[in-house]
């Protein structure tokens, strides 16, 4: 049974950091696409950041050069380092993979090329 597992979630100043962790089981991690996307309040799901089997990463604009997605195969364990915080990115966060394609432009955009779905950690961020 495949399952996604968040935590590192919490209350955060702008300006701090978090790091997020998704503790996959249940597959061959490695060989699938992974991913973190965020819900806010009244707001749709989007992509935050993507990695691919052989580490190609993938963000939106929007935390680009503040986030960093990495992940340890040997733990099954996907990671998103996110610093310089904003209250705007206050949100759910979503670990998920399941995808077994390649990378592509624009790929964060494409939650819906994920089947496996964690339960969400929130983040929250006030100023």
């Known amino acids: 049974q495949v399952q996604l597992v968040e935590s590192g979630g919490g209350s955060v100043q702008a300006g701090g950091s978090l790091r997020l962790t998704c503790v996959a089981s249940g597959y061959a991690y490695s060989n699938y696409c992974m991913g973190w996307f965020r819900q806010a309040p009244g707001k749709e799901r989007e992509g935050v950041a993507v990695?691919?089997?052989?580490?190609?990463?993938s963000y939106a604009d929007s935390v680009k050069g503040r986030f960093t997605i990495s992940k340890d195969n040997a733990k099954n364990t996907l990671y998103l380092q996110m610093n310089s915080l904003k209250p705007e990115d206050t949100a759910m966060y979503y670990c998920a993979g399941g995808f077994s394609g390649s990378s592509f432009p624009g790929i964060v955009h494409y939650s819906n090329l994920f089947g496996d779905w964690g339960q969400g950690t929130q983040v929250t961020v006030y100023s």
């Open positions: 990695i691919d089997s052989d580490g190609t990463t």
